[in-house]
């Protein structure tokens, strides 16, 4: 996706295409949670039958520099005031802090808090519900994401792109302009 202020600047231009009354379908082979953020708009969403779905929340990543510089011998300086300040974390320490995992978590936990609170509307499907498959994992496959109403169906792209072509009204799916 190239980032969530990406997705959420497509997303937001979708959604002021949308209101011209102009339909938006989206196709993917492989639709992860920041695909799924944006194609959420689309009145329709279809998947490839051999495709991969992931609706499994988000996760954070740290990386520590402490046993690498140790092994090195270099000693960091570091001035650091406050429990919450973690930003020099990985140069003084080979785990997360109590204090940086629960600022992290809290963040996280945000950010998917507006992606499912944004998606849940237009999916048709209540916040709670997205939560719950989610912390399931109970969405892998396209089949599995139409059961739950992530998606409309599963269809390979030349099917994808000949439903298009006769919805515009079009003989040859090469004659179609895409955004």
Known sequence: ?????????VRKALVEFKE?????????????????????????????????????GLSSKAVFFKGTLDKLDIEAQIF????????????????????????????????????VSEMAPDLGIESTKLHDISNQMTVQTPQQAIDFGL??????????????????????TKDINFV
């Not at 920041?34 to 329709?44: K, L, M, P, Q, R």
């Not at 998606?151 to 006769?166: E, N």
């Open 1 to 9: 996706m190239g980032g969530l202020a990406l997705g959420e600047e």
């Open 20 to 56: 011209s009354g102009k339909f938006i379908w989206s196709y993917a082979d492989l639709l992860t949670e920041g695909g799924f953020y944006i194609s959420s708009v689309a009145d329709e969403l279809y998947v490839s039958p051999v495709g991969d779905v992931e609706w499994n």
């Open 80 to 115: 650091r005031v406050g429990a919450y300040k973690s930003a020099v974390e990985p140069f003084m320490l080979d785990k997360m802090s109590e204090a940086s995992r629960e600022q992290t978590t809290s963040f996280v936990n945000s950010i998917y808090d507006q992606i």
């Open 151 to 172: 998606i409309t169906g599963m269809l390979y792209r030349d099917q994808f792109l000949q439903k298009i072509a006769d919805k515009i009204e079009v003989e040859k």
